[in-house]
Nanobody, 125 residues
Framework: QVQLVESGGGLVQAGGSLRLACAAS????????MGWFRQAPGKEREFVAG????????RYAESVKGRFAISRDNAKNTVYLQMNSLKAEDTAVYYC??????????????????WGQGTQVTVSS
């Protein structure tokens, strides 16, 4: 069982930055692929970024490439999402998720076993 708690959301002006963190419980954090997803009002939840178990590989949605960076610290059981050059369209609830499977398919929501409660990010234009 893994519990995920996101933090770091808030209100920021367009062009600004935020850093989200997701703290995981348990001793096996390093065995999980991790991902960030988001859901804007009236829209379906969508993939944002994913990171491999050791942190050596990352994947991003086209809409955030070059602006967002996912990273993890396995010693601290935490995954991060650095968000730069924020746009109004980045406004959403951001969720982290953990995938305990043996193959990595970061964009597939069905692959993830555990989800956090979400943190709101609002970008004002």
């Amino acid at each position: 069982q893994v519990q995920l708690v996101e933090s770091g959301g808030g209100l920021v002006q367009a062009g600004g930055s935020l850093r989200l963190a997701c703290a995981a419980s348990g001793r096996t954090f390093s065995s999980y692929y991790m991902g960030w997803f988001r859901q804007a009002p009236g829209k379906e939840r969508e993939f944002v970024a994913g990171i491999s178990r050791g942190g050596g590989a990352t994947r991003y949605a086209e809409s955030v490439k070059g602006r967002f960076a996912i990273s993890r610290d396995n010693a601290k059981n935490t995954v991060y999402l650095q968000m730069n050059s924020l746009k109004a369209e980045d406004t959403a609830v951001y969720y982290c998720a953990a995938d305990g499977g043996t193959t990595w398919d970061p964009k597939s929501q069905n692959e993830y076993d555990y989800w956090g409660q979400g943190t709101q990010v609002t970008v004002s234009s």
